[in-house]
């Protein structure tokens, strides 16, 4: 009775954060947290506060109540095929901030939410649902003049079970097992430039065959937060990104393809995958075909 009771309080709390998105018609809501929202839970227990910025930046300034954690812990080279940290290190990761089973974490950055959005991205991958963003961030917390602090909270640390799911992540394997699958879609949140080769991270430039390019920037308005469900359905249905789709995204190194993912689980685009290992990986094999187009002008343009 008592651990159902600390589900149903935790279901409710998902769906307070939820109930300001409801007018902007994300199909899951509940993945972004308001500022106003958020100022009125700084106290309450059953909420972590994660910082994903510089640790620098945390030291100067934060959300009163905020934990600093760094995102960079989120890619490693010793799991090859998935290059995500393995199960008991990301659970001592998150006991040690003092995230439980139930605790509903918000994460926030200053860069749009492309670090803060790794850390949702293995906490989901990991079988932790309750995990937010702030929408805005940062930037939008301090404009409005809301609690900032430089005290460090005292942490106890928690228990955090882990329950892998591979349905949200696509190894290099399975990547180049669906090239030529016409249920399948990639999508690459690079820019423009990485996109075509122009610019080049890697031993090869270019993008895997048949890939769309929407740069993870075109999410945003200009203020930084998340555009509209309307505008973001558009964006990616004229694209020929649609829900019926197996929808693969990469990026350099798998932290603007979790943003990508985190829109399109926003607006209930549900058969998502993140390749995590991104063109890190895949532009540094002998063995990845590669396209450079000769033309873009079929693509949405990058806001940079």
């Known amino acids: 009775m008592e651990r159902l009771m600390v589900i149903v309080i935790g279901t409710l709390l998902l769906a307070g954060a939820a109930n300001a998105q409801n007018d902007k018609g994300y199909a899951q809501a509940e993945l972004l947290a308001e500022t106003g929202w958020l100022a009125e839970h700084l106290s309450d227990p059953r909420v972590r506060i994660v910082d994903a910025r510089s640790a620098e930046a945390y030291a100067q300034s934060h959300v009163k109540g905020a934990v600093h954690f760094d995102v960079s812990k ?29 605790t509903h974490v918000v994460i926030y950055d200053d860069r749009g939410g492309v670090m803060g959005v790794r850390l949702w991205y293995v906490l989901d991958y990991y079988g932790h649902r309750k995990s937010s963003l702030l929408n805005g961030g940062w930037n939008k917390w301090t404009n409005e003049g809301q609690p900032v602090t430089t005290e460090t909270p005292t942490l106890a640390k928690t228990e955090f079970k882990v329950e892998p799911n591979p349905q949200v992540i696509c190894t290099l394997d399975q990547v180049k097992s669906r090239i030529k699958d016409a249920d399948t879609i990639f999508l690459d949140a690079r820019s423009s430039e990485e996109y075509t080769g122009a610019v080049a991270q890697s031993k090869k430039g270019g993008h895997i065959p048949g890939a769309v390019n929407i740069e993870w920037r075109n999410n945003l308005t200009e ?80 806001q940079d």
Not at 75 to 102: V, W
Not at 241 to 246: A, D, F, H, Q, S
Not at 266 to 272: A, F, H, R, V, W
């Open 223 to 302: 203020a930084g937060t998340f555009k509209p469900a309307d505008e973001l359905r558009r964006l990616y249905e004229q694209a020929g990104i649609t829900p019926n789709k197996e929808v693969v995204t990469y990026c350099q190194s798998g932290g603007r393809a979790a943003h990508a993912l985190f829109v399109l689980r926003l607006i209930g685009y549900d058969k998502s995958r993140n390749y995590y290992g991104s063109w890190q990986e895949y532009g540094n094999r002998e063995d990845t075909p590669v396209e450079k187009p000769e033309t873009q002008d079929s693509r949405p343009k990058s």
């Open 74 to 102: 989120l890619r490693t080279k010793d799991e090859a095929s998935t290059y995500l940290p393995s199960p008991d290190e990301f659970a001592a990761m998150m006991g040690a901030l003092g995230i439980g089973t139930n």
